[in-house]
């Protein structure tokens, strides 16, 4: 479970790792699911090397979704969200390779946007996204680089403007070039195996290269309150609609609860 202090901490600077009661065998056997779903290829001679690779919302093996639907990130997602009950919104997987001789970077943005009106309701009107650690992170294995805080001062300059402040959040990917000015300096996020990241891609973050010699795989699962309206572009949607479906099929019966009917 989260503590107070742990979820203070990610009140307060927008991510906060913490330890899973998830096992060994669990967390290597999602890590074998991302390897088959998303191996390293070699580039083709008329091609860059690729490096990073993800999926969203399109796999259906039983050692990812048995960690979607774990109890535990239910009952951490009515913590952080003040909520009674929970449901699932959307879930990726992520592998980043070692790319040899090259120089550590990382890209900087926000996936979606609150008002403090929406950080100060009950239940909160945000996504809980968990970043599950399936490796080790640590500094050079592509961690995620974030601004630690960002996400408040995001949410303060869209509370004063009119159109905005009052608008439904939605999904929506903005560099940093074309958000407010003056954040704290970003910092990695680092964990070992089986811990996971409680955080919100509203906060200022961005993915990092891998110049390890390991791979870092991660699962990511997110989840907001029931009845809070979080919009998708079209083509998310209708990607969300096809996978609640089959996932209703999938899920134990006592866990179904956690997709909503449409």
Known sequence: MISAEQLRTFEERGAVTIDTPLTTEEIA???????ALLPFKPAEPDQAPRFRYGATCNYYEPALLD????????AVAKRVLR????????????ASY????????????????????????????????????????NEQRAPMMHRPGSHRLVAAARSVDPVL??????????????????????QPVLAQAGQVTVLTTSMVHG???????????????TYAAAGVEIGLPENQ????????????????????HLVAED
């Open 29 to 35: 056997a999602a890590a074998a699911a991302i390897d």
């Open 67 to 74: 960690l979607i639907q774990h109890p535990f990130f239910e």
């Open 83 to 94: 909520a009674d009950a929970i449901r699932f919104f959307q879930t990726a997987i992520l």
């Open 98 to 137: 070692p790319q040899p001789e090259s120089e550590f970077s990382y890209d900087q943005h926000t996936d979606i946007q609150y008002s403090l009106a929406d950080w100060a309701a009950t239940p909160r009107r945000v996504v809980c996204s968990f970043f599950l650690w399936l490796t080790d992170v």
């Open 165 to 186: 402040k009052d608008a439904m959040p939605g999904v929506q990917g903005i560099k940093m070039v074309d958000l407010p000015p003056e954040y704290a300096a970003p």
């Open 207 to 221: 993915g990092s290269t891998n110049i390890d010699d390991k791979p870092r795989k991660a699962l990511v699962m």
């Open 237 to 256: 949607a209708a990607t969300k609609r096809e996978y609640d479906a089959k996932l209703r099929e999938l899920l134990r019966p006592e866990r179904a």
